[in-house]
């Protein structure tokens, strides 16, 4: 098993720019989620997935989009770039039904992006 | 909604030591799970340590201990014997439990603490 992937691992972008940031994991994972980790601040839930085709907000959601068509993929979007978006993104994922929130979340190894 | 603090943002201990992070934790809930993570400089999230609300027995994964303290809603990590590979952020998160399955019961993420292990 790969676990958790993502890609790009470093991204710079000027303002106004887009693009997607990519998250894949093998483990047949009903939930998936995006962090930011921003230094003092921990991290901070973007959006999340309990399936495919179900997406919901989190803490921190403007300026980002998500889509779920299948179990394996949760792209983050960033429609508009700005320097606020500089940060660290994590993808995670764990199983969803029946151990009650007690799993493991798995996280992929992070995408530094920084906005100019 | 829930809150979780974590009021040492760097702590430093000596190589062999004993060292104790500390989190607290704000919620209405009786059912829920505490995780420790470990963020080395790789970046990668690793998990520490998990605590079951409704479990009195403190966990124990080999050096890493907790203490859970329900009624004052602490959860302290305490890492005996501490090695230089420990040096790292430590993030304290909190999960509600859900009955029907969790879909929606998110990870809540404390400020985290940086641990320095001197030699």
């Known amino acids: 098993n790969a676990g958790v992937t993502q890609t790009p691992k470093f991204q710079v972008l000027k303002t106004g720019q887009s693009m997607t940031l990519q998250c894949a994991q093998d483990?047949?994972?009903?939930?998936m989620s995006w962090y930011r980790q921003d230094p003092g601040m921990g991290l901070r839930l973007i959006h999340y997935?309990?399936?495919?085709?179900?997406?919901d907000q989190g803490e921190v959601p403007n300026g980002y989009n998500v889509s779920r068509s299948t179990t394996e993929d949760f792209p983050l979007r960033l429609l508009s770039a700005a320097p606020s978006q500089t940060s660290v993104y994590f993808c995670?994922?764990?199983?969803?039904?029946?151990?009650?929130?007690?799993?493991?979340?798995?996280f992929g190894p992070g995408t530094r992006l920084t906005v100019l | 909604a829930q809150t979780v603090t974590q009021s040492q943002p760097e702590m430093s201990v000596q190589e062999a030591e004993t060292v104790t992070l500390s989190c607290t934790y704000d919620?209405?809930?009786?059912?829920?799970?505490l995780f420790w993570y470990k963020q080395p400089p790789s970046r990668q999230m690793i998990l520490v340590i998990r605590?079951?609300?409704?479990?009195?027995q403190n966990a124990t994964e080999n050096r890493f201990s907790v203490n859970f303290q329900k009624a004052a809603k602490s959860f302290s990590l305490k890492i005996s014997d501490s090695q230089l590979g420990d040096a790292a952020m430590y993030f304290c998160?909190?999960?509600?439990?859900?009955?029907?399955?969790?879909?929606?019961?998110?990870?809540?993420f404390g400020t985290g603490t940086l641990l320095a292990v001197q030699p």
């Open positions: 995670a994922s764990r199983p969803l039904w029946g151990d009650r929130g007690r799993a493991e979340q798995f």
């Open positions: 483990m047949n994972h009903e939930y």
């Open positions: 997935s309990v399936g495919a085709g179900i997406t």
């Open positions: 919620t209405s809930e009786s059912d829920y799970y």
């Open positions: 605590q079951e609300a409704y479990k009195q």
């Open positions: 998160a909190y999960r509600s439990a859900d009955s029907y399955g969790g879909a929606t019961n998110k990870l809540i």
